[in-house]
């Protein structure tokens, strides 16, 4: 177990932990020369089962509230440490409400310094911590009168024997949830190399895992690992470790960031959050700055009402933070908001959507969501927020929002489609007849009004029928949608073409003849097929037959037209295809210019720039500039039938 102290400067908190543990907290020489704790403190003592108490000593100056808000996070049970000569005093309050803001449910307290007051002032010290105390969760936290500088116990053995009891009787956070370290500390050790400590928030580590650091993105490996101060092959939530970690420089590390399982690693700048502000604070309007502390990272941030225009003071109400700089958090991550200028703690909050939109978050539907996520917060069971996703939710971020793996097995009226390349997704039926609908009725609207064409290919008809649809949803949902459609005969495919039954392309027995002895022309002239009057010429034809013919094949997906009379073959337009995938690849931001195009392929600048423009006609590609730009569900499906022909 964590204890965590808190309380006024000079109430003599690590007079305190140094009685409880022999250690003294104040590392800094700064520290040692003023007498008050600057920087955060950290105390470990064996207790009489075999465990490990761990302490989280902090400043009580104003000027380091934040880093009180850093120690708090992950703290097991707080000690509030109350002078009796002074009696409770600002930062009591205030480390008492940042507690209460962060989660911490169970505490004891410590009447210091009760030799240097008499009897009564005991008496009235007490008095004034149970009216403190009064309707938090630290109501009936017990009160031990403590005199740590004096000879003997002072006091402190009854204090430490209760902390040993509770800390027994500690049922732990356990190992479930994937693996978050929130950073408070970064050094070196000589031979070992870069070390971070700090609260394990989820999961387990064990040596030899590999994690990943949330600002750089960099893989790290741990080569070794401290729980509690002792050498351990593994630490689990609710502990403070250390980490020995391999792959890393110490520079690259700061308070403030996560050493975590990559899956629950998602750099955000806007949170919806569940705001609470204390009963002193002033109301917040609309784009109110605030700091904001979360995990151990402190930032700046602005602070927009979900519900009304301002936040009123003692009331609780949805909100949402834009963030100055990136930060990583998940539903459930308790903060602090203190004012612009610092000094004063305005209230907290409870992270419940870290994927928060910039448009549309007031909409009813948006607060129905966040109600969704609240809940998921409440019961950790993911069923329901799945159910009022309206398009479903991949199962990468349902790990980040609960923060675990979702389990394999789902509810019977949920769909669970295949995993694609990256992710599997999960859908409610009643949503995913939704979805079947709307796909059905654009092929509808498109028969009807373009009757002599077949159909689009399965890109455009995602775009005609689900123009929202989730950039993340394209491959897995998209797929898994009109591939269900064509497997129950709801729609069929001639070519890339997708039409209902009965709309396709009709070749005759004669018309295919015809094509039987063009096609192969076409194949053999690779990437310059020959002109529709070089056919016609060559096979004894009408020019204006060969045309119609070609343009029906065209319908039908087995041709694209990509200038008025010039037909390429789906095969031949897959290689160009695939060597355009291949540019896109080898390219930083996926573009892909005429002059790369050309070389790779061999043609003329007149040729290629034709072929690319054909592209962005079909959508497969788009064009950015100069460039031409891979749409994201292009090398999941063939886009090879045109909407367009020009001419």
Request: net charge negative.
């Given at each position: 177990m964590i204890v965590g102290t808190a309380g006024h400067i000079d109430h003599g908190k690590?007079?305190?932990?140094?009685?409880?543990?022999?250690?003294?907290?104040?590392?800094?020489?700064?520290?040692?020369q003023r007498g008050i704790s600057i920087e955060l403190g950290y105390a470990y003592t064996p207790a009489a089962n075999g465990e490990v108490l761990g302490f989280i000593d902090v400043p009580g100056h104003e000027k380091f509230v934040h880093t009180m808000a850093a120690g708090a996070v992950g703290v097991g049970h707080a000690l509030l440490v109350v002078a009796a000569d002074d009696g409770v005093m600002p930062q009591t309050r205030e480390h008492l409400a940042i507690l209460g803001l962060l989660g911490v449910r169970q505490g004891s307290v410590a009447l210091t310094k009760v030799d240097r007051v008499d009897a009564a002032r005991v008496v009235a010290a007490k008095a004034e911590i149970l009216a403190l105390l009064a309707g938090t969760p630290l109501a009936d936290a017990p009160v031990f009168e403590t005199a740590a500088t004096q000879p003997g116990d002072g006091g402190v053995a009854a204090l430490r024997q209760h902390l040993e009891a509770v800390a027994a009787a500690w049922p732990g956070l356990g190992s479930a949830g994937l693996f978050r370290l929130a950073v408070d500390r970064v050094f070196t050790l000589a031979g070992q190399g870069t070390v971070v400590?700090?609260?394990?928030?989820?999961g387990q580590v064990r040596v030899g895992d590999v994690l990943q650091h949330s600002a750089t993105g960099q893989a790290v490996r741990v080569r070794s690992l401290h729980a509690q101060n002792r050498a351990a092959e593994v630490g689990q939530a609710g502990q403070r470790c250390a980490l020995n970690l391999a792959g890393i420089a110490?520079?690259?590390i700061s308070r403030g960031d996560w050493i975590a399982d990559a899956r629950v690693l998602r750099p955000t700048q806007r949170l919806d959050l569940r705001v609470r502000l204390l009963p002193d604070a002033?109301?917040?309007?609309?784009?109110?700055?605030v700091h904001v502390h979360v995990g151990t990272a402190h930032h700046m941030a602005h602070l927009v009402p979900l519900q009304g225009d301002t936040l009123q003071p003692g009331a609780e109400a949805l909100a949402q933070l834009v963030v100055d700089a990136p930060v990583f958090a998940l539903p459930g991550d308790h903060l602090i908001l203190r004012n612009a200028q610092a000094s004063r703690t305005l209230g907290g909050g409870q992270v419940l959507d870290p994927l928060a939109p910039e448009r549309r978050r007031r909409s009813a539907e948006r607060l129905a969501w966040l109600t969704a996520l609240a809940q998921l917060v409440e019961t950790g069971e993911p069923d329901a927020l799945v159910r009022h996703a309206p398009q479903g939710l991949g199962r990468s971020t349902l790990t980040l929002l609960m923060g675990r793996e979702p389990d394999a097995v789902v509810a019977p009226d949920i769909r669970q489609l295949?995993?694609?390349?990256?992710?599997?997704?999960?859908?409610?039926?009643?949503r995913w007849q939704a979805l079947r609908e709307q796909v059905l009725q654009a092929l509808a609207r498109h028969h009807e009004r373009a009757s002599d064409e077949p159909g689009p290919n399965a890109a455009r008809l995602r775009r005609m029928a689900l123009p929202g649809l989730?950039?993340?949803?394209?491959?897995?949902l998209w797929h898994g949608l009109h591939q269900a459609l064509l497997a129950e005969g709801a729609v069929e495919r001639s070519g890339a073409?997708?039409?209902?039954?009965g709309q396709g392309v009709s070749i005759t027995p004669a018309e295919r003849a015809t094509a039987e002895r063009l096609l192969p022309l076409l194949l053999a002239g690779g990437f310059d097929p020959p002109w529709v009057r070089d056919l016609a010429k060559a096979q004894g034809l009408g020019e204006d037959a060969t045309r119609a013919l070609l343009r029906k094949l065209a319908r039908a997906g087995e041709l694209g037209q990509v200038v008025r009379d010039l037909f390429f073959p789906a095969a031949t337009l897959g290689r160009l295809q695939a060597t355009l995938a291949e540019l896109a690849q080898q390219s930083p931001r996926g573009e892909v210019e005429a002059h790369a195009f050309r070389d790779a392929t061999g043609l003329g600048r007149k040729r290629a720039i034709q072929i690319l423009e054909y592209f962005d006609r079909i959508g497969m590609t788009r064009r950015v500039r100069d460039a031409h730009v891979l749409r994201a569900e292009a090398n999941a499906t063939p886009l090879l039938q045109s909407p367009a022909h020009p001419g």
């Open positions: 690590t007079t305190l932990v140094r009685a409880l543990t022999g250690v003294d907290t104040d590392r800094l020489p700064e520290e040692k400590t700090g609260t394990v928030f989820s110490r520079e690259a002033p109301a917040l309007g609309a784009w109110s700055a295949p995993a694609g390349e990256s992710d599997g997704w999960l859908i409610a039926e009643p989730l950039l993340s949803a394209h491959n897995v073409s997708l039409h209902l039954p």
